[in-house]
């Protein structure tokens, strides 16, 4: 009988662009893929009967989006400027989001190919509010592999 394993809980998420922390933020979701589905009839040629087959059809990889607190690190909006200017070429970057413990430890680590930042959202603001400030990113790419 295989032994037990608890779920691992994440107190943060890093990204990490080209090997550098570049933020950490407090949600991320959408880290997967998806491969369409292709209905297909299929005529048996002994009974006559008609099936249909679920074949697979087109991969895709969903976008992920990021959220943290407004912080004076600037590489995301850096990030993302590039890609506003027409640079795509130099956007496209290899990434990782990281999974860390409420030691700081590294729990869980996915890596992203050919990633660039296709929407980023500043803070709603309010004078009156006293809720922290938050932004989110999405990031879009090329293939996710979770590594640890």
């Known amino acids: 009988m295989p032994e037990r394993e608890d779920p691992l809980v994440a107190f943060k998420f890093g990204l990490e662009i080209e090997g550098k922390l570049s933020g950490m933020f407090n949600s991320v979701s959408g880290i997967g893929s998806e491969t369409e589905v292709v209905s297909q009839k299929v005529v048996n040629s002994d009974t006559g009967e008609t099936i249909v087959r679920q074949m697979p059809g ?3 990889w969903t976008p992920i989006t990021m959220k943290r607190g407004v912080t004076s690190n600037m590489d995301i909006w850096k990030w993302r400027q590039s890609v506003v200017e027409g640079k795509i070429g130099d956007a496209r970057t290899n990434c990782s989001i990281i999974a860390y413990s409420q030691e700081n430890k590294e729990i869980a680590r996915w890596n ?6 296709s929407k980023v959202v500043g803070p709603e603001m309010d004078a009156g509010s006293t809720n ?4 989110d990113v999405t990031i879009v790419h090329e293939g996710v592999e979770r590594v640890s």
């Open 112 to 117: 992203l190919e050919n990633a660039w930042p």
């Open 132 to 135: 922290y400030m938050i932004e």
């Open 58 to 60: 087109r991969l895709t």
